[in-house]
C-alpha cells in the first residue's frame, strides 16, 4: 500500500505531466483560463487517464503480448482513448451542458492529449501490472490537475494585475508555466 501511494504522489509531483514531462501542454495552456473551466477539465482528464491505463493494461498484457502483435500498441492504444473520450463528451453533453460548452473544441482533444497516450505507454514500458498501471495513471493524471487548476488561478489574478502590453496574453503565460516548473522541479530532491 505504501508503495502505491508513494507512486501516486511521484507521479503527481515529482514527475508532474506537465511541468516536468511536458506533456498536454496544449489543453494546459488553452482551458486554464478560468478554474471552473480547468476544474472541469481536470476531471474530465482523471476520468480518462485512470480508465485508459486500466483498459491499455489489460489489453497490452492479455492480448496484444500473448498474440505477439505489439507493434499494434500506439494504435489500440488511441482507440481506446478515443473511446473513451467520446464517453466522457456525451456524459458532460447530457449532465453539464455549461461545461461541455466551456471546455469546446479542448474536450475532443483529450483523444489527441499526448499524456494520455504518454502514461499508457510509460505503464507498458515500465512492465507495471493493471492495479500498477491505474495507481500511475491516477497519479498523473492528479498532477495534471493539479497543475492546470494552479494555472487558472494564477491566470485569473493575473487579469487584474498591470502587465506590460509587450507581456500580455501568451507571453506571460509562458513565464508563469516556466516558473510553476521550476517550483515543481523542486519536488525532484524528494526521494522515495
Known sequence: MKALILMIITAALVNNVVLS????????LGVSK????AAGMG??????IT????????????????????YLQTIVFILVIATLV?????????TSPALYNALGVFLPLITTNCAVLGVALT??????????????GFGTAAGFFISIVI???????????????SFKGSPIVLITAGLMAIAFYGFASLSF
Open 51 to 70: 480508465i485508459a491505463s486500466a483498459v491499455t493494461s489489460i489489453i497490452n498484457k492479455y492480448l496484444l503480448v500473448k498474440f505477439n502483435i505489439t
Open 86 to 94: 467520446q464517453l466522457v463528451e456525451m456524459f458532460l453533453k447530457k
Open 21 to 28: 514531462q511536458f506533456l498536454g501542454l496544449c489543453p494546459f
Open 151 to 165: 494555472m487558472a488561478g494564477v491566470r485569473e489574478k493575473i487579469e487584474f494585475n498591470d502587465v506590460s502590453e
Open 123 to 136: 505503464n507498458v514500458q515500465n512492465n507495471y501490472s493493471v492495479l500498477e498501471s491505474v495507481v500511475n
Open 34 to 37: 478560468k478554474t471552473s473551466t
Open 43 to 48: 476531471g474530465a482528464v482523471i476520468f480518462v
